[in-house]
């Protein structure tokens, strides 16, 4: 029989097509991911002050942090998704995590933001044209600032997206099937980002150069394997939600 909404134990359940949409986000991301990951390599060789003033010059580069803002909402969406199709304690869990995505989305947007209008567009820009060596001076130690900004942010960033993978590991874990595996692979990708919270949280970036290659390559895949089982949930949402049975009414 039709459930009577006022009555269901589950209002809200996420519709098919909005888990079709999380699940096509996340096939993005999968692109996003590689161009944000690999992109880098193109200018790891400007590692002086003159070469990184230089760097608004570089298409590929600007275009870089504008993918930076699209891959966040991207991820965004792909993860709304999923406290939809849990029940009771799960879907609490998983809400949780869910705002940890939304603080890792908002502190990354902010980050890259500033990095594009104000330490590209306006001091790296003013450092070029200044005649004035006082002004260059100026120019100079606000973009030698932005450094320590950049690591709170990007500590803030680590350790959101952290919470989000372990809260969405736990809330599918007493699952079963594919979604008990999805489980393994977000509690595997949170101790895999562990080592990046570490390393932004004692300013020693060494601990996590044994694991650039989980942002190279596990990364991409976790997210297509993500966007496989999203879109394999889209025909039970309409059913009862993961780890809930539905009444006999």
């Not at 098919?16 to 993005?28: D, E, N, R, T, Y």
């Not at 992109?39 to 930076?68: H, T």
């Not at 450092?127 to 002004?135: C, G, R």
Request: with cysteine; charged share 15%.
């Amino acid at each position: 029989m039709v459930r009577d909404p006022a009555t269901d134990e589950m209002p809200g359940r996420v519709s098919p097509g909005f888990v079709k949409l999380a699940s096509i986000c996340a096939f993005f991301t999968v692109l996003t991911t590689l161009v944000v990951h690999w992109a880098p390599r193109l200018w790891e060789g400007a590692n002086s002050f003159d070469a990184q003033v230089k760097l608004p010059d570089n298409p590929i580069y600007m275009a870089r942090l504008w993918i930076v803002l699209l891959h966040c909402v991207l991820v965004v969406i792909s993860m709304a998704a999923i406290p939809g199709l849990l029940a009771r304690k799960s879907r609490l869990i998983a809400l949780f995590g869910f705002g940890s995505y939304i603080m890792f989305a908002f502190v990354e947007i902010l980050r890259t933001s500033l990095s594009i209008f104000a330490v590209n567009r306006a001091w790296r820009a003013g450092y070029e044209i200044a005649t004035d060596a006082s002004k260059r001076t100026a120019f100079r130690n606000a973009i030698e600032s932005f450094s320590g900004i950049n690591d709170a942010l990007f500590f803030l960033f680590d350790l959101a997206f952290l919470l989000g993978l372990i809260c969405y590991g736990l809330a599918l874990l007493s699952s079963s099937g594919s979604d008990q595996r999805i489980a393994w692979l977000f509690l595997i990708w949170g101790v895999l980002t562990l080592p990046a919270v570490l390393a932004a949280a004692v300013g020693n970036d060494s601990l996590a150069a044994p694991f650039d290659w989980v942002g190279l390559y596990f990364l991409p895949l976790a997210r297509l394997v993500v966007g496989f089982w999203l879109w394999s949930q889209a025909g039970r949402s309409l059913l009862s939600p993961l780890n809930h049975q539905p009444s006999p009414s």
